[in-house]
């Protein structure tokens, strides 16, 4: 995943649609982060994008099991 511009060169699963910044940045003003915490949830993203972490299998599971994903800090 590259953030090149507006757009992050991943495909999210499971529909494998590429995110925009701009998408990742309204979601993240909506949970309630603040600008200047913005590249933790972009490293958040990539981390999760990668191929180690497996998120296109988590998501196409039928467990009820979820993400979670916690900044502590100022």
């Known amino acids: 995943m590259i953030a ?3 757009l992050m ?3 999210m ?3 494998g649609m590429p995110l ?3 998408q990742a940045a309204i979601c993240a003003v909506m949970a309630g982060c603040s600008p200047g915490m913005f590249p933790l949830v ?3 993203l990539k981390a999760m994008n990668s191929p180690e972490y497996q998120l296109h299998l988590a998501s196409i599971t039928t467990h009820p099991g979820g993400h ?3 900044f502590s800090g100022p």
Do not use: Q
């Open 20 to 22: 925009s910044v701009e």
């Open 68 to 70: 979670l994903l916690l």
């Open 42 to 44: 972009l490293a958040a």
């Open 13 to 15: 699963a499971p529909s």
């Open 9 to 11: 060169r991943a495909a």
């Open 4 to 6: 090149d511009g507006n």
